[in-house]
C-alpha cells in the first residue's frame, strides 16, 4: 500500500536503535525525509548514511539528550518543522514500588514523559502555525495494563495516554492528528533488561526470565517492524480521520485482561 508520504520530513526520537530504528526504516521506505534524534551519535550516524544510499532521502542526525530541557528546547527550535513527529526515546527502569527510588524513577519520566511533552509542545506549536501535522506517541501497554512488576513505567504510560487523547481530541482543530501506539513485549535489547527486572522481582532470578517470554501470544514477542508498521500508517492520510486514540499491539494481552 502506497501511504503517500514521499516528501514529507519526519522526526523521529530514539532512533538510534530498537523501535525507533525500525520506524526510521519503514518511513525511509516510504520517501520520508528524516531528522533522527538521539544520544549515539555514532550509531545515528550509521543509520543515516545507509538509509540515505538505500533510499535517496536526506536524513539529519541530531544528537541530543532530551532529558535536559535546555538541550531539548535548543533542538526543538532549530529543527526544520517536521510534517510528522515520532516521541519514541524511553528508557524508564523495571521493578516494583520499593526497588525503584526517587532519582531512578524522575530519571525515566525526565526523558519519556516529559520528554514527549515537552518536544510535543514546542513542535505543535510550529506545527499549528503552518496549518498541519501528525503526532505519534509511542507509549507502551503497560499503560492500560497496569504492571505493579513495572510501576514507574506503567504510570508514566497511563499518564501520556491521557495527554494524547487530551490533546488528540481538540488537535483536528489546528489542522493536527495527536495519536498514540501502545506496544507490549517487543523484540529488543530494552525488552530482554526489563524482562530480566521482572524475573528478579517474580522469581528471585533474572535468569528464569525465559519463562515469562514464554508466555507471550505465539510464544514470542512482537517484531519492531510490527510496530513501526502500524506507526506509519497511522502517520499518513490513509489514516486521516483518526486522532486522539491510542492503539494497542501486544497480542491481545491487554483485552484479555492478563
Same mark, same amino acid.
Given at each position: 500500500?502506497d501511504?503517500h508520504?514521499?516528501?514529507?520530513r519526519?522526526?523521529?526520537?530514539?532512533? /538510534?536503535?530498537?523501535?525507533? %530504528?525500525a520506524?526510521? !526504516?519503514v518511513?525511509a521506505?516510504?520517501?520520508?525525509?528524516?531528522?533522527?534524534?538521539?544520544?549515539?551519535?555514532?550509531?545515528?550516524?550509521?543509520?543515516?548514511?545507509?538509509l540515505?544510499?538505500?533510499?535517496?532521502?536526506?536524513?539529519g542526525?541530531h544528537v541530543?539528550?532530551?532529558?535536559?530541557?535546555?538541550e531539548?528546547?535548543?533542538?526543538?527550535?532549530?529543527v526544520p518543522?517536521p510534517?510528522?513527529?515520532?516521541?519514541?526515546?524511553?528508557?524508564?527502569?523495571?521493578?516494583?514500588?520499593?526497588?525503584?527510588d !526517587?532519582?531512578?524513577?524522575?530519571?525515566g519520566?525526565?526523558?519519556?514523559? &516529559?520528554?514527549y511533552i515537552?518536544? %510535543?509542545?514546542?513542535?505543535?506549536?510550529?506545527?499549528?502555525?503552518?496549518?498541519?501535522?501528525?503526532?505519534?506517541?509511542?507509549?507502551?501497554? /503497560?499503560?492500560?495494563?497496569?504492571?505493579?512488576?513495572?510501576?514507574?513505567?506503567?504510570?508514566?504510560?497511563?499518564?501520556?495516554?491521557?495527554?494524547?487523547?487530551?490533546?488528540?481530541g481538540?488537535?483536528?482543530?489546528?489542522?493536527?492528528?495527536?495519536?498514540?501506539?501502545?506496544p507490549?513485549?517487543v523484540? %529488543? !535489547?530494552?525488552?530482554?533488561?526489563l524482562?530480566?527486572?521482572q524475573?528478579?522481582?517474580?522469581?528471585?532470578?533474572?535468569?528464569r526470565?525465559?519463562?515469562?517470554?514464554?508466555?507471550?501470544?505465539l510464544?514470542r514477542?512482537a517484531?519492531?517492524r510490527?510496530?513501526?508498521?502500524?506507526?506509519?500508517f497511522?502517520?499518513? !492520510?490513509?489514516s486521516?480521520?483518526t486522532?486522539?486514540a491510542? &492503539?494497542?499491539?501486544?497480542?491481545?494481552? /491487554?483485552?484479555a485482561?492478563?
Amino acid at each position: 500500500m502506497d501511504l503517500h508520504l514521499s516528501g514529507k520530513r519526519a522526526l523521529v526520537t530514539g532512533a /538510534s536503535r530498537g523501535i525507533g %530504528t525500525a520506524i526510521a !526504516e519503514v518511513l525511509a521506505e516510504e520517501g520520508c525525509d528524516l531528522d533522527l534524534a538521539a544520544r549515539s551519535g555514532p550509531e545515528l550516524e550509521k543509520l543515516a548514511a545507509r538509509l540515505g544510499a538505500e533510499h535517496g532521502v536526506n536524513v539529519g542526525v541530531h544528537v541530543v539528550d532530551l532529558r535536559q530541557s535546555d538541550e531539548l528546547d535548543r533542538f526543538a527550535a532549530a529543527v526544520p518543522v517536521p510534517d510528522i513527529v515520532i516521541n519514541n526515546a524511553g528508557d524508564i527502569p523495571g521493578g516494583p514500588l520499593a526497588a525503584v527510588d !526517587e532519582q531512578a524513577w524522575r530519571h525515566g519520566w525526565e526523558l519519556k514523559v &516529559f520528554g514527549y511533552i515537552n518536544l %510535543t509542545r514546542h513542535l505543535y506549536t510550529r506545527m499549528k502555525a503552518r496549518g498541519n501535522g501528525v503526532i505519534v506517541n509511542n507509549i507502551g501497554a /503497560s499503560g492500560e495494563g497496569y504492571d505493579a512488576n513495572y510501576i514507574a513505567g506503567s504510570t508514566g504510560n497511563a499518564a501520556l495516554m491521557t495527554f494524547t487523547k487530551a490533546l488528540g481530541g481538540r488537535s483536528l482543530a489546528d489542522g493536527i492528528r495527536v495519536l498514540g501506539v501502545n506496544p507490549g513485549p517487543v523484540a %529488543t !535489547e530494552r525488552i530482554l533488561t526489563l524482562m530480566k527486572a521482572q524475573a528478579r522481582a517474580r522469581f528471585g532470578d533474572e535468569d528464569r526470565y525465559g519463562e515469562l517470554t514464554a508466555m507471550f501470544p505465539l510464544g514470542r514477542a512482537a517484531s519492531p517492524r510490527e510496530v513501526a508498521d502500524l506507526i506509519a500508517f497511522l502517520a499518513s !492520510e490513509r489514516s486521516a480521520y483518526t486522532t486522539g486514540a491510542v &492503539f494497542t499491539i501486544d497480542g491481545g494481552v /491487554s483485552a484479555a485482561g492478563l
